[in-house]
């Protein structure tokens, strides 16, 4: 139960991880692109006066005249031009190009840099890009530069550079070249919420008055992977410095200009939702410790209430399978398993009842009838069968018995009849009834062998051995006779549907009655077929002067010989 | 024989002996006609469709060496219609003056930063008569008017006096032209000015197309 608390905290605290990610990028670029937006406008914004300016000074006719002669001075061109501007303020710097983008040398200091120095390298840029700049112009089109004014100083400049148009032959005469410096930082930081660093990217450096060199160095080699062979319009990046995480997203400030492509960098610290996710993180470590606590908690209270009774339930069912049908298991619930309990208690008195039935059925009848009985093997009806009739009685029983208390008569009778029917089970025969003193034994019912006719011999000389020792060892001494007889008779269920037993009928039966009857103490006496049988086994005489009731007068039998 | 019958005949004669004149005329293929459409907007108050568009012109020259000049100084005027220079090019002999007198409603003013001649008029109305100027030195001499930025005139000072400016169609003819060899040029633009060789002879009547 815990491994399941477990991973399902865990598979909960994967899909979540990844999704609280995902958001706060998606926030975050989606903040990044309006920053950058109101970034770019406030910048056009400023830019949009001296743009215009730009403009109008491009149209104006006495500077497109000076362009369109060939032969003018390039001091002339400025000087015309300075009595063409209005109100331009500042460190801005003016510079035109001719119609093949040529550099017009001017050193007049008000239209240009105070620094020389940055004059100088500005105007060497614009010498390098004077010629593509002038054959692909056709509007006015922005770029940005940096120029270091000394070692700690890098000032970033924006140029604009305008085309002079003649409008009559829809010639370029040449181009406006302005600069100034712009600056970066307060231009928007006061109105964004999420805090960020800017810098602009170009000619595969990085300007930014808000980083450290440390930052600016780690950004820079990462964005100069990003931008080596393609210019992208707007991409955003991951960065780790120092361990911490930074998203970079950069804009193409000056996209389809002729001046080479300058980004907007802004750099997003990902602290915030490092320091969230870490937060999700031990949440989700309390509530997997609370839960398996939990777990633990509700486990044990469980296997205390639910599996203990059920364990019990089991040891319960064990014990009846080993055949201990007296369990019985205490109810302390009142619920289901208390129900179940009690059926289960039922159930083993059932089981119990059904084996005392089973034990007694087989005290009542022959174990071997019983079992057939049980199984169904033996139904209301009978069967012809050749079956040896055995019957033994105790010789003056109720003479003998005539003085004795009921209590002890039953204690002999047990005593003899168990002795004896131990001996006609080990002989292979079936107990079919006791009817007093008297035991009547068959062979070959109701299964039968081979030999039936020698076991009930065999049987009742063990029978009479048996008494013997009986005789010598315990309280009381009786004398038996024996009598079997063999011969075919029907043997079955006999009684009524409610109440029946296994028993045989037929001549042969009542033979070995008489047999019996006659025979004095001690002796066995067989009828002719068993002696047959028994093919000498046993040393036997024959009878003369038998007198049988029911029988006719040449009735053969014989009388088995013991050795005392 | 009468003396003076003689004197007459040599005089009658003379002229056609001493000035065998040569004729060349022509057709130029003219750019098309440039027009400027931006115009009603920046000056207010000006009916609309104030200018059409102009058609440039050629100028067909001869070059070459000519006797001194016996043409006296003259007056050439380049004039300002209809917000348009008029005419479009004035070709005019070395030495010429030149006014410009105002003929629209408004002011104009007229100006040149050109290397051969760099002039400027000032603003002036119909009333006001501004400046004449001498053009001594050849050249191309380009026009402006600082108020109305469309306007464009040129003044083709040449050494030549032989020059036509062709109709706007482009055909031209020059005439009276002395005996010799000489190169023949049409100024059409700046950058398009196509000569030919020609070698005249008395009473020549050539016909040269550009």
Redesign the interface.
């Given at each position: 139960m815990m491994a399941v608390v477990l991973g399902t905290l865990v598979i909960g605290l994967i899909p979540t991880h990844r999704s609280v990610t995902r958001n706060y990028r998606m926030l975050l670029e989606r903040q990044a692109r309006k920053e950058m937006d109101s970034f770019f406008q406030l910048q056009e914004s400023r830019l949009a006066t001296i743009r215009q300016k730009c403009i109008d000074l491009s149209h104006s006719v006495r500077l497109l005249a000076a362009m369109s002669e060939l032969h003018l001075e390039d001091e002339d061109i400025y000087a015309i031009a300075e009595g063409e501007i209005r109100n331009i303020d500042g460190d801005r710097f003016l510079r035109f190009l001719d119609s093949s983008g040529k550099l017009l040398v001017s050193n007049d200091s008000w239209i240009g840099m105070t620094q020389p120095y940055a004059r100088t390298i500005f105007e060497s840029r614009l010498k390098k890009l004077g010629p593509s700049l002038a054959s692909n112009l056709d509007a006015q089109q922005m770029g940005y530069t940096t120029i270091s004014l000394d070692e700690s100083k890098t000032q970033l400049y924006a140029v604009i550079a305008t085309p002079i148009l003649d409008n009559a032959t829809s010639l370029l005469r040449g181009v406006l070249i302005m600069g100034f410096p712009i600056e970066l930082e307060g231009t928007i930081k006061n109105q964004s919420h999420t805090p960020f660093r800017i810098g602009i990217w170009m000619e595969n450096a990085l300007y930014s008055d808000d980083l450290s060199p440390e930052e600016q160095n780690l950004l820079t080699s990462a964005l100069s992977h990003q931008f080596t062979g393609h210019h992208p319009l707007e991409f955003s990046l991951p960065l780790s410095i120092h361990g911490h995480g930074f998203l970079v997203f950069a804009r193409a400030l000056n996209q389809l200009s002729s001046f080479p492509t300058a980004y907007q960098i802004q750099l997003y610290s990902l602290e915030e939702l490092e320091h969230q996710l870490r937060e999700l993180a031990s949440l989700f470590i309390l509530l997997a410790i609370v839960s398996s606590g939990v777990a633990l908690v509700l486990g044990l209270f469980f296997s205390r209430t639910l599996s203990r009774p059920i364990h019990n339930l089991v040891k319960g069912t064990q014990k009846v399978q080993s055949g201990d049908f007296s369990t019985q298991l205490p109810i302390l619930r009142d619920d289901e398993l208390g129900t179940l309990t009690r059926s289960f208690n039922q159930m083993v008195e059932g089981l119990a009842l059904k084996e005392k039935f089973h034990s007694i059925l087989q005290v009542v009848t022959d174990r071997k009838i019983a079992e057939q009985l049980i199984s169904g093997a033996l139904m209301l009806g009978g069967e012809k069968r050749v079956v040896s009739i055995l019957f033994c009685d105790i010789r003056g029983f109720t003479r003998k018995t005539e003085k004795m208390p009921p209590e002890e008569v039953i204690q002999m009778l047990n005593e003899h009849m168990t002795a004896l029917a131990h001996v006609v089970e080990k002989q292979g025969g079936v107990v079919d009834k006791f009817v007093g003193d008297l035991i009547m034994a068959l062979f070959g019912a109701p299964q039968s062998h081979e030999d039936d006719a020698v076991r009930s011999v065999a049987c009742a000389l063990e029978m009479m051995s048996e008494r013997k020792r009986l005789n010598r060892d315990s309280r009381y001494s009786l004398e038996m006779g024996i009598g079997i007889a063999r011969g075919e008779v029907v043997a079955g269920c006999m009684g009524s549907e409610q109440r029946n037993n296994y028993t045989v009928l037929g001549d042969k039966v009542n033979l070995a009655s008489r047999l019996c009857g006659q025979a004095g103490p001690g002796e066995i006496l067989v009828d002719e077929p068993t002696w047959l049988e028994l093919n000498q086994k046993y040393r036997s005489e024959p009878l003369t002067d038998l007198k049988l009731k029911g029988f006719s007068d040449s009735m053969k039998a014989h009388r088995i010989l013991i050795d005392s | 024989m009468p003396t003076w019958r003689i004197i007459t005949a040599i005089g009658l004669l003379t002229p056609f002996l001493l000035h065998a004149e040569a004729t060349i005329e022509g057709s130029v293929t003219l750019p098309k006609a440039?027009g400027?459409s931006?115009s009603t907007s920046r000056y207010p108050g000006q009916p609309e469709g104030s200018h059409a568009a102009v058609q440039p012109l050629a100028v067909v020259y001869l070059e070459g060496s000519f006797s001194a000049p016996t043409v006296k100084p003259q007056i050439a005027h380049m004039a300002q219609k209809n917000l348009q220079f008029d005419p479009y090019i004035l070709p005019i002999q070395v030495g010429t003056t030149v006014d410009f007198p105002n003929e629209d409603d408004t002011y104009h003013n007229v100006?040149?930063?050109?290397?051969v001649k760099k002039f400027d008029l000032g603003r002036y109305t119909k009333k006001d008569k501004p400046a004449i100027q001498t053009f001594d030195k050849p050249g191309v001499v380009?026009l402006?008017?600082?108020?109305?930025?469309?306007m464009?005139g040129i003044i083709l000072v040449l050494e030549s006096p032989h020059f036509t400016t062709t109709d706007s169609k482009g055909k031209y003819r020059l005439e009276h032209l002395p005996a010799g060899t000489y190169t023949l040029k049409a100024w059409i633009s700046e950058r398009s000015v196509p000569e030919k060789k020609v070698i005249l002879s008395d009473g020549q009547k050539l016909q040269v197309d550009f």
């Open positions: - | 440039q400027t931006d100006f040149s930063y050109s290397r380009k402006f008017c600082e108020i109305h930025g469309h464009r």
